[in-house]
């Protein structure tokens, strides 16, 4: 996909000039996350410290898997149009019945996580079949969603919840190499949703309703199938974030994901990736990139033993400042109305 | 998809008679009123049947009740000799009949091949085939003439022509036997509508019966074997085209002949009541607007005058930057070099708000998108303008409105409805009246009478003689030729984002044709389309 739209837009933007102008957001993202790298390499280094250790490597990679596996939810809803802001609640309660099922008990994790996930698909149906069925905007029915969630939470666990076997905990604690096996197994759901949404008819039908749910119904697209798919899957990504955290901690808890900000940071991760909050353009990949850089910027900052509130403000800097890159990017890629060798000379007989 | 071959010539034969569509006593109201009264019309394969009647006479609910969109309420509708109902698009589509519509559906961001085969996408497996996809979207654009359209390029890269193509494209694969086409041309410049008559002609020549609604005649005469006629919902007539000229038909669509439907000059305003004439000498008046080398990224060495009482036209293909220039003067896209003046002191508005504080009004192009807010009253859009930038005249101004409403006979249940339940044409004068409200000195129109009805051309052609008389300078730029020969004092050629010549009023359309196209003279190629009446 990333291919075919540089090479689609080659043309329009090589008259337009400007070096940004003639990168896709998904280059531009890994472009930034690259001098994020490089500027943290050298900040790390006054420090006396290797940003590229094996023990640092390992770190930044832990901290893109549970980021990550939201992200990659969150992509797909607003991709179809949507938004979820009930990811953090799902994580925290998807921790804890993984947690509490399993009990410390490795013949339980099987039941423990189809339990947890299964759940998790039950609110992201709820939560497709709200915006889809009652045309309530995506914003409101997963606040509403979220908060629901959050209330049976708080009345029902005190602190943290259950406790997770050995076995399990070494999902979370154990790496090929620097690679921590939770970031591979985010990264093979990314490959698994890539797939999805670049080689199959629903992925297709994410795109054409994010785009325009007109034109979709129009075309024969069954506009709620591809709603309700992008919010089950964005739950079901969000429960395994939570069982990731319990796989982490050893136990479930009722605030792990909403003290993460998940709902608003996948969010800020995904645009920051170069998809459009109104759906209908954007992809994984930019994503994930979008994910790597805020991994990176919260590692350096820990490094350095930044204030955590100036970390928020750095966050939010960057997120802004590429927001306003893309929005510029986008007036200048904006078709030409005329070219010397553009494609209306090339209409004329 | 339907197995069954549209170009098996022996089925042609046999059933050339047999009609593909035949359409009885269809009825449709909306909210008690009756938009569609026993409509009907047969057609046949390889026929080409124009629909026309002013806005508002009920062509696209017909097309729309055909597509499946709306539901009727009653009458019959046979698809090869089978009654049908359809309650949703792709019902039709399965059916064999596809419509395009008048508003552009692509989506921007995705691919040609995307875009086409959206709903049934190609499968190898499980997984889609892009290559698949993508070689089917070649053959496909290859069969309807126009391979220079690559599957692979993004919608939005594409020109309006070739946006519009795909559209048809889309159509046609769903093995359509019939396509309606409502304003195919509505977007479309000369050598761009030639292209598309390739189109219809090809499908035609398969044997796919084509229901053509357009407001252009020549093109209804050019492309059609049989004409009907509807007028407030009603079925006027069906006649075969060639026992048709522009007159007669036009009597049909409006029930009256026009007998100016390029209304002459009115003498112009006395010297006292014209600004520029009291201020200035008699020998060389000032001029309202001026240009000398002016350019930014589209546009270069743009030199023009615009004087008071005059009409100028702009002529020119699709992109040639006419609109371009517009919304630089508009400061939309402002100029970044050359001189701009107005009543001979230097002004470069940088903003849209800075021209209208100088007296400069743009009535766009697109007015669904950039003329009005769709969901607001007929009165919150008409004082639009001054409430944004002289709001201490809106008291006296919200007076006026009601007045130039009636002056523009514009027709609307009260000055509260929204103006989406308007007609094009009944829209287009809320544009005009919103600024007229802030009484501009010079009026800048693009594409002034696109898609509207005969009727409401007539009203903004009478304006803009009306402007002109005042003393006000008018700016238009237009695709339709016979506009822009019977309105202009001059004319502006463009090409490539200059201007390629001036042209003095009365030339021909070759004339001004060999301007835009430059060197290369097409022959062949239809002119832009006429309109009612322009040379007749």
Not at chain 1, 181 to 210: D, K, Q
Not at chain 1, 225 to 254: D, E, Y
Not at chain 2, 327 to 340: D, I, K, L, Q, Y
């Amino acid at each position: 996909m990333t291919t075919t739209r540089s090479a689609a837009r080659a043309t329009p933007t090589a008259q337009a000039g400007g070096f940004f102008a003639r990168l896709s957001s998904t280059q531009i993202v890994y472009l930034v996350a690259l001098l994020v790298m490089i500027a943290g390499s050298i900040l790390v280094a006054t420090t006396g410290r290797n940003f590229f250790s094996p023990g640092n490597i390992s770190a930044i990679l832990t901290g893109t898997s549970v980021l990550g596996f939201i992200a990659i939810g969150q992509t797909l809803v607003i991709l179809v149009g949507s938004l979820d802001l009930s990811v953090s609640y799902v994580t925290s309660l998807a921790s804890l019945i993984g947690a509490g099922v399993m009990a410390n008990r490795s013949e339980n994790v099987l039941s423990a996580v189809a339990l947890a996930l299964g759940i998790s698909a039950v609110i992201g149906l709820a939560n497709g079949l709200i915006v889809a069925g009652l045309k309530v905007h995506g914003f409101i029915a997963t606040l509403g969603m979220g908060l629901i969630i959050s209330g049976y939470l708080a009345t029902n666990y005190k602190g943290s919840f259950g406790q997770t076997p050995f076995s399990f905990r070494l999902i979370g604690a154990t790496g090929l190499g620097p690679v921590p096996i939770s970031t591979l197994i985010m990264l093979g759901c990314a490959t698994l949703v890539i797939l999805m949404l670049h080689r199959t008819r629903i992925g297709h039908h994410i795109y054409a309703v994010g785009g325009d749910r007109d034109v979709a119904r129009m075309s024969g697209v069954r506009v709620p199938g591809a709603v309700i798919t992008a919010h089950v899957i964005c739950s079901v990504l969000a429960g395994m974030a939570g069982l990731l955290l319990a796989s982490r901690l050893g136990v479930g808890s009722p605030t792990v994901g909403s003290q993460g900000g998940y709902d608003l940071l996948s969010i800020a991760a995904v645009v920051l990736g170069g998809t459009l909050l109104a759906g209908g353009k954007g992809s994984v990949v930019g994503t994930l990139g979008g994910v790597l850089i805020f991994a990176m910027l919260d590692n350096i900052m820990s490094v350095l033993q930044i204030n955590p509130f100036l970390k928020d403000v750095v966050r939010g800097v960057v997120i802004v400042v590429a927001v306003a890159v893309y929005a510029r990017r986008t007036v200048i890629t904006r078709p030409p109305r005329f070219g010397h060798g553009g494609h209306q000379q090339e209409l004329q007989p | 998809m339907e197995g069954i071959v549209s170009s098996d010539a022996a089925e042609n034969g046999q059933k050339r008679d047999q009609p593909v569509l035949e359409v009885r006593g269809l009825t449709k109201s909306f909210f008690g009123n009756p938009v569609l009264q026993d409509a009907s019309l047969t057609l046949h394969p390889g026929e080409v049947h124009g629909v026309v009647g002013e806005n508002g006479a009920g062509k696209s609910t017909l097309m729309k009740i055909l597509a499946g969109v709306y539901q009727r309420d009653s009458g019959t509708v046979l698809l090869r000799g089978q009654s049908v109902q359809f309650s949703h698009p792709t019902q039709a589509h399965e059916a064999g009949l596809s419509t395009v519509f008048q508003e552009f559906n692509l989506l921007p961001d995705r691919t040609v091949a995307e875009n086409i085969y959206l709903g049934r996408e190609p499968r190898k497996g499980l997984l889609v085939s892009r290559a698949k996809m993508n070689a089917a979207t070649a053959d496909l654009l290859e069969s309807l003439g126009i391979g220079s359209i690559r599957p692979t390029a993004l919608a939005r890269s594409l020109s309006v022509a070739e946006q519009q193509i795909v559209e048809i494209a889309k159509a046609v694969s769903y093995d359509a036997r019939i396509i309606s086409m409502d304003e195919p041309t509505a977007a479309l410049s000369g050598p761009e509508v030639s292209l598309l008559y390739g189109i219809v002609q090809r499908l035609s020549e398969r044997g796919t019966g084509i229901l053509y609604v357009s407001h252009r005649l020549r093109e209804i005469f050019d492309l059609c074997q049989t004409i009907t006629v509807l007028k407030d919902g009603r079925i006027v007539g069906t006649k075969p085209a060639a026992e048709l000229d522009d007159a007669s038909l036009v009597r049909m669509m409006v029930g009256r002949p026009i007998s100016a439907y390029f209304p002459d000059k009115l003498p112009a305003a006395t010297a006292a009541e014209s600004p520029a004439a009291a201020a200035g000498e008699t020998a060389a008046p000032t001029p309202l607007l001026e240009l000398e080398g002016a350019g930014n990224d589209q546009l270069d060495g743009i030199g023009l005058r615009l004087m008071p009482g005059e009409i100028v036209g702009v002529a020119g293909l699709q992109g040639s930057g006419r609109t371009e220039l517009l919304h630089a003067v508009f400061g939309a896209a402002p100029f970044n070099r050359g001189s701009m003046q107005m009543d001979g002191r230097s002004a470069r508005p940088h903003s849209p708000r800075q021209a209208v504080r100088q007296g400069i009004a743009l009535i766009t192009e697109d007015r669904k998108a950039q003329g009005l807010s769709l969901n607001q009253s007929l009165l919150d859009n008409a004082l639009g303008v001054v409430r944004a930038v002289f709001p201490g005249r809106t008291s006296s101004v919200r007076r006026e409105v009601a007045g130039s409403f009636s002056s523009l006979e514009v027709v609307a249940r009260d000055l509260d409805q929204e103006v989406q339940y308007l007609s094009g044409g009944n829209q287009q004068k809320i544009v005009l009246a919103k600024w007229l409200a802030v009484s501009p000195r010079v009026v800048l129109l693009d594409e002034p009478t696109r898609g509207i009805d005969v009727g409401a051309k007539v009203a903004v052609y009478r304006l803009m003689r009306q402007l002109a008389a005042e003393g006000k300078g008018v700016l238009m730029v237009s695709s339709e030729l016979p506009e822009v020969i019977g309105m202009s004092d001059r004319i502006l050629v463009m090409r490539d984002g200059r201007l390629a010549g001036e042209l003095p009023a009365g030339s021909t359309e070759e004339e001004i044709l060999r301007l835009a196209t430059g060197a290369r003279v097409p022959g062949a190629a239809p002119e832009d389309g006429s309109t009612t009446g322009g040379t007749a």
